[in-house]
């Protein structure tokens, strides 16, 4: 007896009614979901601030020549690394070490008058204390042989009376003697003794006369040596002073010269030390057009070294990016060469925007003004210590995303 299969059973058709209400509930329930996560999104991204115009900046040091001069030898390539210290290019120092060798030869000759003339200021005091003692001495000798005149011609003078006392009396005798005579009252010896007497008083007043003015003479001549001396006395003071200054003066010019020209030596020796030029920074050497042979003017670029171990983000905010934006916040750096993150902090924000800082700013107040949101740079900092750091190269693009608040 063969047996009949079961027949399965129609399903139960949903009423357009059913369709309609779940075809709702799935697009409430993704619209709800939509708008949960794009709140969620919200919250999390109103605590942060990003941009994508951003770069890496750094420190290019252009290394120029300080000196003309001629390329003998270049020590280094681009994308070279040097450390502080490193040769980078030697100039032909020929020229320089014979500027040198003269600048020594003209210091040991200004030395040398400086040693010539150095002992001639004490040497120059010493004669002046010597003239003016001297001169000294010769006034106080005029003045004492004055003096001693002085007294001689008192003496002379005194004596003069005293003869001319005793002529007087000798005359007077011989006056009445010759009356004796002629009256035959006294003898003739004795009349001859009077007269006798008589002439020598008179001859004694005529000598003592011209001892008197001797002396007077004697008297003017000490008075004139006096003034002599004294002027020369006054000479050598007034000249001393001056002598001795003209000595100092010399000796002070030849030392000045020999300052001078030590200051030539040492600028001889600076130009000669700027013929080897080294790197005064450490870093990655770029754009260098120092070749063998070329003859440079000073200031004249040779190279520029890129200093890697100092890097920053410059970070180009929009001006209404910068109402909570504040120095120290943390930052996170995505680097798109690397494709990795960095960790930072915002260390300053730019003075002015960048439209302002431009070569052409623009000048809104010609009429042709359109409201443009600005952009104003903000530096953020690297935090240092993190692996990758010296893979970074100034102008690499960045975007930093600053977290404004906790």
Known sequence: MIEQAPTRSAPLRASPTQKRKRAFLIFFSVLLAIAAAGFLYWLHERNFESTDDAQVDGHLNPISARIDGTVTKVYVENNQAVNVGDPLVDLDPRDYQVALDQALSQLAQARSMVTAERPNVPITKVQNVTNISSAEAEVAAAKAALEAAERDRQAYAARLAQSEATNAKAQSDLARYRILIEKEEVSQQEYDQVASAAKESAAAVAANQASLQAAAQLVEQRRAEVAQAESRLAQYQRIARQVLAIRTATV??????????????????????????????????????????????????????????????????????????????PATIHVDALGRDFQGYVDSVGGSTGAVASVLPPENATGNYVKVVQRIPVRIRFKPDQKGLLQLRPGMSVEPQVRIRN
């Not at 013929?275 to 005064?280: D, R, S």
């Not at 754009?287 to 890097?311: C, M, S």
């Open 252 to 329: 002070q010019s030849n030392e000045a010269n020999v300052q001078a020209a030590e200051a030539q030596v040492e600028q001889a020796k600076l130009k000669l030390a700027y013929c080897h030029i080294v790197a005064p920074v450490a870093g990655i050497v770029m754009n260098r057009v120092a070749e063998v042979g070329a003859h440079i003017a000073a200031g004249q670029a040779l190279l520029t070294i890129v200093q890697i171990n100092d890097l920053w983000v410059t970070a180009n905010f929009k001006e209404t990016q910068l109402r909570h934006l504040r120095p120290g916040q």
